[in-house]
C-alpha cells in the first residue's frame, strides 16, 4: 500500500510561482515512476508532469519551459516547481504513483491563478 499526500495549492497572480509536494509513505520500494495530473472544471484530467525511478521527465507541451518535476529520495517526497503562472494554469493537481501491482492517486491540491 502506498499513501500519498500533496500540499502547496493555492491562490497566485499571474506569472507567479508556486511549488507543489508529494510526499509518499507505505511501501515506497514499490514504485516504479510518480507524476502530476491535474484537472480544471468542465476539462477532461490531463498529465502534467512524469518522473522515473531513473530521473526520467517528461512533460505536457503546455507547461514544458515553465514547470519542473523532481524528486527527493531521502523524503520520499515529488515536487512540482511551478513558474510563469497563467490562468489557464488553474485546476486541481493530484499526485499518482505507479507501483508494482497498482495504482495510486493523492487527494488533490487546488491552484487557482487569478489577479
Known amino acids: 500500500q502506498v499513501q500519498l499526500v500533496e500540499a502547496g495549492g493555492g491562490l497566485v497572480q499571474p506569472g507567479g510561482s508556486l511549488r507543489l509536494s508529494c510526499a509518499a509513505s507505505g511501501s515506497i520500494s514499490s514504485i516504479n515512476a510518480m507524476g502530476w495530473y491535474r484537472q480544471a472544471p468542465g476539462k477532461q484530467r490531463e498529465l502534467v508532469a512524469h518522473?522515473?525511478?531513473?530521473?526520467?521527465?517528461n512533460y505536457a507541451d503546455s507547461v514544458k519551459g515553465r514547470f519542473t518535476i523532481s524528486r527527493d529520495n531521502a523524503k520520499n517526497t515529488v515536487y512540482l516547481q511551478m513558474h510563469s503562472l497563467k490562468p489557464e494554469d488553474t485546476a486541481v493537481y493530484s499526485c499518482?504513483?505507479?507501483?508494482?501491482?497498482?495504482?495510486?492517486w493523492g487527494q488533490g491540491t487546488q491552484v487557482t491563478v487569478s489577479s
Open positions: 518522473i522515473t525511478s531513473s530521473s526520467s521527465t
Open positions: 499518482k504513483a505507479w507501483a508494482s501491482a497498482k495504482v495510486y
